[in-house]
């Protein structure tokens, strides 16, 4: 074996799966002819108390097959598998996920730099699900990951690794505060970067989405498993986060979506005239140029349109669950026993 695939050769990958026989299907094989090529040590599947055989289906593929001892959730899985696994470069993929073939080499090469303990990558830009939302939520992944610097301020466990002492070092998912599959890879990312870590973002290391988005389930998990835990974790820490799609422009294009549902609702009760809607527009278009022209190089005019009103619903309530959260926040401060002049 020659010195590269040696280095590579520390790499445990780590799947956590519930029913997701037919995710596994696609996603385990890419991962396992890595390891016939010696890119990475082992490929370890967590059965987190399946019942549709995948399990059984990982062995038979050739996967190392562990169960969770119970319903743990992926990040209870990931933390269970981290402790017998026998590298020490820990590189989480999702069961919905497809990593590239050239994966395993992109994330080594991202942890060559000085005290970097974690490498995250993105969805590509070809998402396997076909409908309008699962395309949209996909290609906003890409777009925010891909624009964003390589030095990180967050994590993501869909695709990524973490060195094994730090994360053990970290604690590993924090499954009690997150108890639902949430912002917990969020969290570790930031516990790492205070115990004085890196954590680099490697635009190159890529894979693709299989999962299938619904409106329904996309609002429920955008609002409940990401932007009001999200913004919790934002508040506790005095609000400086800066990364990905919580950058000071995004708020202020949060900030212009909120504007033109106000206009909007206005111009439709009667309190100002269509005039008004647009230099609104310009302002949203000018606002959203970028995001507008990638999605339009992606999928063409019709769908940047679509795209480009969604996100202006998704700044929405993204934007009112941040406002949610500070105002839970200064509620709990004044009903807080310390807070002088009373309050109970």
Known sequence: MDSTAADAVRISVIMPVYNGLDFIE??????????E?????EVIVVDDGSDDGSDRRAAEMGARVMPSGGRLGPGGARNRAAEL???????????DVVAHDDAALQLRAGFSGERVVAVFGSYDDRPAAQNFFSQ?????HHY???RAGTEAYTFWSGCGAVRRDAFLAAGGFDVERFKYP???DIDLGHRLLQA???????????CTHLKEWRFLNLLHTEVFRRAIPWSRL????????HDLNVSVEERLRAAIALLAAVCLAAVLAGLAGPALLLPVLLLVIGGNLDIGSFFLRCRGAWFACRALLFHQVYYLYSGGAFAWVVGEHLLQRWRSPGRTGGGR
């Open 37 to 41: 090529r010696g890119e990475v040590l």
């Open 196 to 206: 004085g870590g890196r954590v680099v973002l490697r635009h190159d290391f890529q």
């Open 136 to 140: 949209y939520k996909n290609l906003v």
């Open 26 to 35: 696609r996603s385990l094989p890419p991962l396992l002819a890595m390891r």
């Open 234 to 241: 934002i508040v506790a820490e005095g609000g400086r986060a």
């Open 85 to 95: 696994a026998l590298g020490d470069l820990l590189w989480f993929v999702d069961a």
């Open 182 to 184: 949430s912002i917990e």
């Open 144 to 146: 925010y990951h891909q």
